[in-house]
């Protein structure tokens, strides 16, 4: 349904960073995200896990020894050298059969990984020891316990290894894999609608003519999208004119996001606000007192006012957020990252990263005028604890090819003219 009359939001709904931060992340706290589906664990890096993973025997099932070596009573050690009789060999993988009991004045070589020996509780490494056929002079003694992982020690069996909400790593991998788990249950990914807007843009398949642009936005932001658990879906380009914008915005409104860029801004062609007031948007800031993106557009919108009505089984959610990213290529990726990547992870179902930043030396003394909070891309060298950061020299928002060379973003607070050499600032990964 829209509305005949619409309120185009106010202008005071320019925030400070960290007050549009912080409301982003008040509403990423209360979104969840939609369904679960079975995977294959070889497909799961990177989903979001929906179950917990329980240890489904002891870890390790049996005393594991740490090095090669000899399996001995740390008591027989108690005068070095110590000669002992060597009783047998335990590989790992040696079952009951292959292992020896050790008594007093005994030992038997061992390997890592081998399952240690009844009798034993320490093993010396092989480092500190010299065999003679059946016997083996011991130069170094070891405590109890020595190099011998108890069994269960890591984890009992039916302990929790894994909770749902985890963003599935290589660890975490291992840890499915070593309690045998061939598939897991993840929450499905959202699928974030990705509108790029503006008469000048185009296709990248066709060839643009002197007054057009290539679309980037919608493939940087399908990229970052996918980093940050979603499913991007891109939408045709939105030409500046909004019949054509309101009903590609009515389809970018099927997914569990909307992502817009461009049209954000003050040109009389800039019209993303005012067509997502018509579908009764409800907008938190339409500005940020940053730069790059001071433009950025944060909000939501009633489901079946535009948004699709949804099953309250299938997804808890009543409204559909959305973001109007500047159309500036640099804007686009920098006001993703601070802004919309929060409510994205929480859509995936897992707890929204918080920003970290660091702290280097800046190589070369920096201007800026007063007034907005800056994330200038940049180079973060140095060896290690040295960290030297330099701006990455560029022509503004545009500069996609700068972008390319920064590793992270310098960040220059709103009251600071002027940045010496030397001064420590900032950092924000990327
Ligand atoms: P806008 O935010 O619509 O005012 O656009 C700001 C600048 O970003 C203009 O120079 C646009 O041509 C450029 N731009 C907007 N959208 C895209 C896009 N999808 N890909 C590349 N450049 C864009
Ligand atoms: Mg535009």
Redesign the pocket.
Known sequence: MISGMAAVPEPSLILRFEEARHLVEDHAARLHPHGKELVELLESAGQVLAEPVLADRNFPPFPRAMRDGYAVRAADLYQLPATLDVIGEIKAGAGKDDIPVVQPGQTAAIMTGAPAPPGADAIVMVEHTSRHADRVQIMKGVAAGDNIVPAGSEAKRGERLLSPGLRLDYAAIAVAASTGRSRLLVYRKPQVAVL???D??VDIDVPPATNQ????????LAAQVQSAGGEPVLLP?AP?EPTRLRELIADGLEGDLLLL?????M?K??L?EQVLAEFQAEFFFTAVLIQPGK?VVFGRIPCGAGAPAREPPASPQTHTYFFG?????V??MVTFELFARPVLEALSGTTPRKLVFLNARLKSEVRTKTGLKRFLPAILSGEFEHAEVELVPWHG??D?ASMVRANCYVVIPPDRERIAAGEWVPVLMM
């Open positions: 790029a807007t503006g000048e843009i642009i290539r679309n980037s936005n919608s493939y940087s380009i500046d860029a461009g049209g954000v801004s040109g062609y800039d993303v433009p990213l500047p159309g500036n290529p804007s686009t928002s545009g996609v």
